[in-house]
């Protein structure tokens, strides 16, 4: 095959890898039983493809090629290693005589090995940090910078994190698979911190030329969904609501030249109407249940926000009422900031300020980028040019991600200007 026609190839190698790397990758950590040995042979057998593919064609069914491919790479590996340590051949030998049929690695198949990767990524024996850590590693693909960025610590630590789960799964014997009913509910907790923590990824990325990351976001969708029809509990239908409420302003959050663009900003004829629709119903549902928390509170908060037609129509009462229920359901500081801002909307902006200074003078959220722009923006709308200024610089100083970046940069600007009075 020529450059020219083998480059396409190439390109539909890379979106392959983008969208389908992570679930090939689960079916070959429950084919091959080891974490290390199924990354490696998900490597080999990409490579596998851009050598290959340029030449003989796209295959009908690339995710089980890439399966196929991969586990093939890994019994060759082991055969090798086999000749000079005994300890690895009866691993050989089982790989060898378990040759399975790359016609099963179906959407249905390759969707519940992803399932099962994230119940044993999650599995109670685990420290909760590490059974986080090592979803987002292994299930999502985040890199272990994105991890610390996202837990606001060290990236040694998250690698530490990391290390030690898989270590823990390999010397316990932890099972590759989706827990018995009975105890479904104990672990949910932790796969919907998961899923949700992806999510966040991707509608807000920490850092970056990008403000999103569309893949991840419809990926924590997508195993949203999953989760919720493996288990219909309250708080996982919560989140699936609070996740597509969110993901429905999508397209308004950023300019055609990729700048944000703030909530009161946004036009709203750019929301995704079905998103909207869907998320409420669903917050209807988890909310008769009686049984909901936070997700759900959260959810319920957007979908009030998905209702206005105008960022003028918002019901800031409403918002702050649930944000009292939630800050007593979950009493933590992004809450509190989130509460202030909504406190600020509904009573003005020396309230919300007050309330601000009262989460910092505790030393929560003292490099928490959006604490101080929120303080910044509190301060700007009272006219107080200096302080606003001051806040910025540490917001601006704190933010790793472009677009977030320029926006604040653009509010300095406008600010040394005389252009950022009171709105």
């Known amino acids: 095959m020529s450059g020219d026609s083998a480059e396409p190839i190439r390109e539909a190698v890379d979106a392959i890898y983008r969208r389908d790397s992570r679930r090939v990758l689960a079916t070959l950590i429950r084919l091959l039983g080891d974490f290390d040995l199924a990354e490696e ?43 000079f340590d005994a300890s690895v051949a009866a691993l050989a030998e089982r790989l060898d005589a378990d040759t399975p049929d790359p016609a099963a690695f179906d959407e249905e198949t390759v969707g519940d090995d992803h399932l099962r990767l ?33 837990f606001l610590v060290t990236t040694p630590a998250v690698a530490q994190r990391i290390v030690r789960a898989k270590t823990k799964i390999r010397d316990a014997g932890i099972p590759y698979q989706i827990p018995e009913r009975a105890d479904l509910p104990s672990r949910l907790d932790s796969v919907l911190q998961v899923i949700y923590l992806v999510f966040n990824e991707g509608y807000s990325a920490s850092s970056g030329e990008s403000l999103t990351r569309h893949d991840l976001s419809a990926e924590a969708i997508r195993l949203g969904r999953l989760l919720g029809e493996l288990l ?90 649930l944000y009292d229920v939630l800050l007593r359901a979950d009493p933590s500081p992004v809450i509190a900031l989130n509460r202030a801002a909504a406190v600020a909307m509904r009573d003005g902006p020396l309230a919300g300020l007050a309330l601000i200074d009262e989460i910092l003078a505790r030393g929560e959220l003292a490099e928490y980028h959006l604490a101080h722009s929120a303080r910044a923006d509190l301060y700007r709308r009272l006219g107080r040019a200096a302080e606003a200024r001051a806040c910025y610089e540490r917001a601006l100083a704190l933010t790793r991600q472009e677009p977030e970046r320029r926006f604040l940069e653009r509010r300095l600007a406008e600010l040394r200007n005389g252009e950022g009075g009171k709105s």
């Open 232 to 321: 219909p509990e309250p708080e996982a239908i919560g989140l699936l609501a609070l996740m597509l409420l969110h993901e429905s302003r999508r397209a308004a959050r950023t300019s055609a030249a990729g700048e944000l663009v703030l909530l009161d900003d946004q036009d709203r004829a750019l929301w995704n109407r079905e998103q909207i629709a869907e998320g409420a119903a669903l917050v209807e549902r988890a909310l008769s249940s009686r049984r909901f928390g936070p997700y759900t509170l959260q959810a319920a908060i957007a979908a009030v926000h998905g209702e206005a037609g105008d960022a003028a129509a918002t019901d800031w009462a409403q918002i702050v009422g």
């Open 41 to 83: 042979a998900l490597h080999d057998a990409f490579i596998a493809a851009v050598e290959r593919w340029p030449r003989d064609g796209l295959p009908a069914n690339p995710r089980a090629w890439l399966v196929s491919a991969g586990r093939f790479k890994a019994v060759d590996s082991i055969r090798r290693r086999s000749r």
């Open 118 to 150: 994230i119940f044993t990524c999650c599995h109670p024996a685990l420290p909760p940090d590490g059974q986080v850590a090592l979803t987002l590693r292994e299930v999502c693909g985040l890199t272990t910078e994105e991890i610390a960025r996202a």
